[in-house]
């Protein structure tokens, strides 16, 4: 346990501030989606507080992956000797996700949820990460899931209605998904950016089911 510590603090400050802001930036440049154990209020404040991204000091995947690679490593070091712990495994899967790593995020999420199938937190992310990989059907699928553990949970209405629009085009799927979210969580933060999605989606209507929306701009 000692020598797992000892590696994770032997990470060097410059790395963990680099890979800190990255996956700020990352955050913000994904969009409206929540993930699945962040409040919406923290996910606001994130949007209004982060600055735009200096394309010169962004560092390369090639960077990103090793940082990831280099926090995860005292987490596969103790997944050697317990494989099957689901928080361990979960939280594998968060560093690649928040380097944009997803198929190596989803794998993670997945031996996760096999353990523990009705961890509504990491199921979220791992249907927002399969939308980030272009599957919007497996990333609805898992949603639906989730609803299914905790029918009212307002960061998987809130990205489930964002797929059924921006991946399906059905707009009454969303829409209904986002009235939803209002009616089951009254004192929902984010209130106002959901009445938002309803009125952008709403513009939409008419259009082919099936047909990609253009991308929201913030």
């Given at each position: 346990?000692?020598?797992?510590?000892?590696?994770?603090?032997?990470?060097?400050?410059v790395?963990?501030?680099?890979?800190?802001?990255?996956?700020?930036?990352?955050?913000?440049?994904?969009?409206?989606f929540?993930?699945?154990?962040?409040?919406?209020?923290?996910?606001?404040?994130?949007?209004?507080?982060?600055?735009?991204?200096?394309?010169?000091?962004?560092?390369t995947?090639?960077?990103?992956?090793?940082?990831?690679?280099?926090?995860?490593?005292?987490?596969l070091e103790?997944?050697?000797?317990?494989?099957?712990?689901?928080?361990?495994?979960?939280?594998?899967?968060?560093v690649?996700?928040?380097?944009?790593?997803?198929p190596?995020?989803?794998?993670?999420?997945?031996?996760?949820?096999?353990?523990?199938?009705?961890?509504?937190?990491?199921?979220?992310?791992?249907?927002?990460?399969?939308?980030?990989?272009?599957?919007?059907d497996?990333?609805?699928?898992?949603?639906?899931?989730?609803?299914?553990?905790?029918?009212?949970?307002?960061?998987?209405?809130?990205?489930?209605?964002?797929?059924?629009?921006?991946?399906?085009?059905?707009?009454?799927?969303?829409?209904a998904?986002?009235?939803?979210?209002?009616?089951?969580?009254p004192?929902?933060?984010?209130?106002?950016?959901?009445q938002?999605?309803?009125?952008?989606?709403?513009?939409?209507?008419g259009?082919?089911?099936?047909?990609?929306?253009?991308?929201?701009?913030?």
């Amino acid at each position: 346990m000692s020598e797992n510590k000892n590696q994770a603090t032997a990470w060097t400050g410059v790395q963990a501030y680099t890979l800190a802001v990255v996956c700020l930036l990352l955050g913000v440049a994904g969009g409206w989606f929540i993930r699945g154990s962040q409040s919406p209020a923290s996910a606001a404040n994130v949007e209004s507080t982060a600055a735009a991204p200096n394309p010169s000091t962004q560092p390369t995947p090639e960077q990103l992956r090793k940082m990831a690679d280099t926090q995860a490593a005292p987490l596969l070091e103790q997944a050697k000797t317990n494989p099957n712990d689901p928080d361990l495994l979960s939280k594998i899967g968060n560093v690649y996700y928040d380097v944009q790593d997803y198929p190596t995020a989803i794998a993670y999420y997945q031996r996760a949820l096999n353990i523990q199938p009705s961890n509504t937190n990491v199921r979220t992310d791992l249907a927002t990460a399969y939308w980030y990989t272009g599957n919007p059907d497996s990333a609805i699928q898992e949603f639906n899931k989730v609803l299914s553990y905790e029918p009212n949970k307002a960061n998987a209405l809130f990205n489930l209605g964002v797929v059924q629009w921006q991946g399906k085009m059905d707009i009454k799927s969303a829409v209904a998904t986002w009235q939803k979210l209002l009616s089951t969580n009254p004192n929902y933060e984010n209130k106002d950016k959901v009445q938002q999605l309803i009125a952008e989606a709403q513009k939409h209507v008419g259009v082919k089911p099936g047909t990609t929306a253009k991308p929201l701009s913030n």
